[in-house]
């Protein structure tokens, strides 16, 4: 399976540079993302890290550590996030998961 980007949940796989160019010709001009919560889907090693950062400045945006292999992670926040654009610079295993509002 490869990286959804039109769907929701937002699926990825690897690592993806802009999340906005790679749905733009797909979807048109697109809005802030408004990211309710955050899945990593059985990361496989201690140490494992997700990370995502805007694109646009470098901040971190999210990042997740494994702390028990082969453990799934759930990540809500109480107020929705609000991304202009997102890339996944890393994700040194499993699946990441971001459901939108």
């Known amino acids: ?4 980007l039109t769907h929701n ?4 796989e690897g690592v993806l540079a802009s ?7 797909q ?3 697109l809005s802030t ?3 309710e919560s955050i899945y990593w889907l059985q990361p496989n090693l201690v140490g494992d890290v997700a990370l995502i950062v805007d694109p646009q400045n470098g ?6 550590r494994c702390e028990v292999a082969g453990q799934s992670q759930y990540f ?4 929705p996030r609000l991304w202009r ?9 499993g699946r990441i998961y971001i459901y939108t509002v």
């Open 76 to 79: 809500t926040f109480r107020k």
């Open 19 to 25: 999340y906005k160019a790679g749905v733009t010709a």
């Open 9 to 12: 949940p937002i699926v990825i």
């Open 85 to 93: 654009d997102f890339s996944m610079v890393q994700l040194d295993s």
């Open 33 to 35: 993302l408004r990211i």
């Open 1 to 4: 399976m490869a990286n959804l």
């Open 27 to 29: 979807l048109g001009t």
């Open 59 to 64: 901040n971190e945006l999210f990042r997740a």
